[in-house]
């Protein structure tokens, strides 16, 4: 068991830029998640999948933050012009049910800063 | 709107001693409570959980107590030990719901 792969690690990157977050999910898992952590807020959730379907993307802060998923095995996060705002570590997780209760998996982690 | 509040920033705490700590929600539809810890540069993992039908759940040095009424569980690590040091997060969800909603976390720091 790999485990939850994120890449990359870090991304340091200027106003303006696009960046792209990307995530592989452990093989079999059903539920993808992505979550911001700030010192302010914690862990925040910004959008999840079951099955490659987006249930919930309240948590999306603005048009900026997309997120697809084309396959089971492949999620990816895009920020799109990326802000000072957006620097955070963004976490992607995965859960093998869809029916809760499913301790989640996460992924080490991308450390972003948009300078 | 934090539904999952941890007041306590930072936690120090002798080895061999008890650390514990607290985490408040504000959603009575939450039945479901997990922690979680957290090593630097590393993801969040999965500690131990506790359904709403139990006030109490132990696995080893680790409890967790629910009190539904007040709306607050507990972690207790008995006894604490220097591995213990690391970030700690409350966690809560809905039954049937996958969505996970975490409070701040408590840094906590095992002193030798």
């Known amino acids: 068991d790999a485990g939850v792969i994120q890449s990359p690690r870090h991304e340091v990157t200027e106003m303006g830029q696009e960046v792209t977050l990307r995530c592989k999910p452990i093989s079999g898992h059903n539920s993808l998640f992505w979550y911001r952590q700030t010192m302010m807020r914690g862990l925040e959730l910004l959008i999840y999948?079951?099955?490659?379907?987006?249930?919930?993307d309240s948590g999306m802060p603005e048009d900026r933050f997309s997120a697809k998923m084309p396959n089971a095995s492949f999620s990816t996060l895009k920020i799109q012009p990326s802000e000072p705002r957006d620097s955070a570590v963004y976490f992607c997780?995965?859960?093998?049910?869809?029916?809760?209760?499913?301790?989640?998996?996460f992924g080490n982690g991308t450390r972003l800063t948009v300078t | 709107d934090q539904q999952v509040k941890q007041n306590s920033p930072s936690l120090s705490v002798q080895e061999g001693r008890i650390s514990i700590l607290n985490c408040d929600y504000t959603n009575s539809m939450f039945d479901y409570f997990l922690w979680y810890k957290k090593y630097p540069a590393e993801g969040p993992t999965f500690l131990i959980s506790i359904s709403s039908i139990k006030d109490k759940n132990e696995d080893g040095r680790f409890t967790v107590f629910l009190n539904k009424s007040a709306k607050h569980l507990s972690l207790h690590i008995v006894p604490s030990q220097p591995g213990d040091s690391a970030v700690y997060f409350c966690a809560a969800q809905n039954f049937g719901n996958e969505k996970l909603t975490f409070g701040t976390g408590t840094r906590l720091t095992i002193i030798p």
């Open positions: 999948f079951n099955n490659n379907v987006p249930i919930d």
């Open positions: 997780a995965s859960s093998p049910t869809g029916a809760g209760n499913s301790p989640l998996h």
